[in-house]
């Protein structure tokens, strides 16, 4: 095990940092990633997590996820598509088998995928590289067969790692990850292979861990939306800033969280100088004009 | 080293659902739904009767709200026993002044224990639904089709016997299963399961002898979930049942009836301080035109109806 994950130099946040202009003149890059996903009746075992908190068969935890691709995705696409936001899907590539109406809903939308694992109950946790490289493999393989997409981005399933992890994915030609929260900016990723930029994604406008962990209510989320944008929209006057609200359909699609997450995106849409962009689209701009600039400017990172 | 090869293979990786007790359906591409007399949303109110026994094993878990300190746990069993005392009795005078009708919940042990409250409930014109033996009493994977079905015929011997209704609804305790249980519940003339939260309506769903139904009883707006997990203030308990009441009587209007279920617990909403804001957000959905109070065996049937 390392003390440091190795990933990335010191950059500060201060007048040291190149500038990032969005086209357009656009203070901030907004991106919605909803989790698009598949829980398993009956996962595996993986010594590293359980993946619920109840033995099996944990019939409502199951069925909880379950809502969210019955009947939460349709009301969040509707939300949406009602203020011409896109969303970059994080998606189990198993839901392209299990429930192809959602991909294709997705699609018709003109919504970028990319990947989220397979299922949310199979952890990278404990994998060899052989495996890893099959997971990734699958995610660039099945995304291409049913969208025609190429896989551009990564969230690790359920979050799960090895070390190995964001070296496999820069290798097989992936541009971008979700996976690191120690910027407000796009920042290079250092890897012996390829060319990766960590896109943020922020774990604090994440519908799970506001309503779940930070037990945030549903109309106060919309008011944290809000405030968390007007930050960034202020800052993104000096140089371009990345806000993303993560989803996941069985809570933000449930009827009374809905409304409240609807008007906080209105509110955002409604500003002029804001880039209503997918992750694919920020990691090309970034990666285009900015990446080696970043990786320049940044710091080694010393040692004790 | 690696994970076992097993763990790279997806066996039920195909179209659908990865288990088959009910299909893959999405809701708004359902045949749009009408209620009696044209209305909207159905208000399906379910108070839970719990009895949780002093000297609780908690297996395989602890059921929500069950046991916290040493044996014996004097404090949070008399503060859970309160709700079959006392909240039950506002929530009760709650639904009386507004002429509402509910679907009660009921371990069989309440039933049991304290038979004037479930005359109380039957006189009053409520449905009396299943809520297995008691609180200590789980369904899960690891109890034996012998133990649970006599847990089940105890269960519904109680209550139909307590309450001469033929019981057809049931939510577990904890709303937890093992996998056979909606199979016994079918034999012991179970129609509808409330366990399941992946749906605002209900739902075809298999059992070995014949199909049932899944109601959609939210696991959200659901006093347990929002008062004491959450620890959301009063006003934000009227804001989750109003919010959530009109999002669906918005959608109504587009996509068919749609059902606004109350899950309450009469140990936390039954309390003082908390009443008066269950009758605030029940008058405040009851003034809106095309609300239908049924109980759930009445929404399911008009449902059925239209299938």
């Not at chain 1, 409304?259 to 409604?270: H, N, P, T, V």
């Not at chain 2, 899960?140 to 006599?150: I, L, R, V």
């Amino acid at each position: 095990m390392k003390s440091d994950p190795g990933l990335y130099d010191y950059l500060p946040y201060d007048r040291t940092r190149p500038k990032i202009t969005w086209p357009n003149g656009a203070r901030v890059a907004f991106w919605i990633a909803p989790n698009i996903e598949f829980y398993e009746f009956q996962p595996p075992t993986n010594a590293s997590r359980a993946p619920w908190t109840r033995p099996l068969p944990d019939v409502l935890a199951y069925s909880a996820r379950d809502y969210g691709n019955r009947t939460g995705f349709w009301r969040m696409l509707d939300a949406m598509a009602r203020h011409n936001i896109r969303g970059s899907v994080s998606l189990n590539v198993a839901m392209c088998d299990h429930c192809p109406e959602i991909i294709e809903a997705c699609a018709k939308h003109d919504w970028e995928f990319y990947s989220h694992g397979t299922y949310n109950t199979r952890y990278t946790f404990n994998m060899s590289e052989a495996q890893e490289r099959e997971l990734i493999q699958d995610s660039i393989d099945t995304i291409k067969k049913h969208t025609g997409q190429k896989l551009d981005g990564w969230l690790a399933p359920a979050l799960s790692y090895t070390d190995r992890t964001i070296e496999l994915v820069a290798e097989m030609g992936l541009t971008y990850i979700c996976d690191l929260f120690h910027d407000d900016q796009p920042c290079p990723v250092k890897t012996a292979k390829g060319k990766l930029a960590s896109i943020p994604y922020s774990l604090e406008m994440n519908d799970v861990i506001a309503y779940l962990v930070n037990l945030v209510s549903p109309r106060r989320y919309g008011d944290i939306i809000r405030a968390q944008f007007d930050r960034l929209y202020e800052e993104g006057a000096e140089s371009g800033t990345v806000m993303c609200i993560p989803l996941h359909p069985y809570l933000i699609g449930s009827p009374h969280r809905i409304k409240a997450f609807e008007e906080a995106i209105a509110y955002i849409a409604g500003h002029d100088k804001v880039w209503l962009a997918t992750g694919r689209e920020i990691a090309q701009h970034f990666i285009a004009n900015d990446f080696d600039t970043f990786a320049k400017a940044s710091q080694p990172v010393g040692s004790l | 080293m690696g994970m076992p090869d097993d763990y790279m293979r997806y066996p039920h990786r195909h179209y659908g659902m990865d288990q088959d007790r009910y299909d893959w359906s999405m809701l708004p591409r359902r045949k749009p739904v009408q209620w009696p007399n044209g209305a909207r949303v159905a208000l399906w109110i379910v108070p839970v009767l719990e009895w949780f026994p002093l000297d609780m094993q908690g297996k395989p878990f602890k059921a929500p709200g069950g046991m916290v300190m040493a044996y014996p746990d004097l404090r949070h069993y008399t503060l859970r026993d309160y709700g079959n005392r006392v909240g039950i009795y506002r929530i009760l005078d709650a639904l009386k002044k507004r002429d509402l009708k509910a679907s009660v919940a009921a371990n069989a042990a309440v039933a049991a224990r304290y038979p004037h409250l479930l005359r109380e409930i039957v006189g009053q014109g409520h449905e009396v639904i299943a809520h297995g033996l008691h609180m200590d009493r789980i369904h899960h994977g690891g109890m034996s089709e012998e133990d649970e079905k006599a847990t089940i015929a105890q269960s519904l011997d109680v209550l139909r016997k307590g309450s001469g209704q033929g019981v057809r609804g049931w939510l577990s305790p904890a709303r937890s299963e093992s996998y056979t249980t909606p199979d016994l519940l079918a034999e012991q003339g179970i129609d509808y399961l409330c366990d399941w939260a992946n749906d605002d309506m209900p739902y075809k769903f298999r059992a070995k002898s014949r199909a049932i139904h899944a109601m959609p009883l939210s696991a959200e707006i659901d006093d347990y979930a929002i008062s004491i997990q959450f620890h959301f203030s009063e006003d934000e308990l009227v804001h989750h049942i109003v919010d959530q009441f009109e999002m669906l009587y918005e959608e109504a209007g587009r996509e068919g009836g749609r059902i606004l279920s109350l899950s309450l617990h009469p140990w936390i909403t039954g309390q003082p301080y908390r009443i008066a804001y269950l009758e605030k957000a029940l008058d405040m959905v009851m003034r809106r035109a095309g609300v239908w109070n049924a109980t759930g065996a009445e929404i399911l049937d008009a449902w059925k109806a239209q299938q």
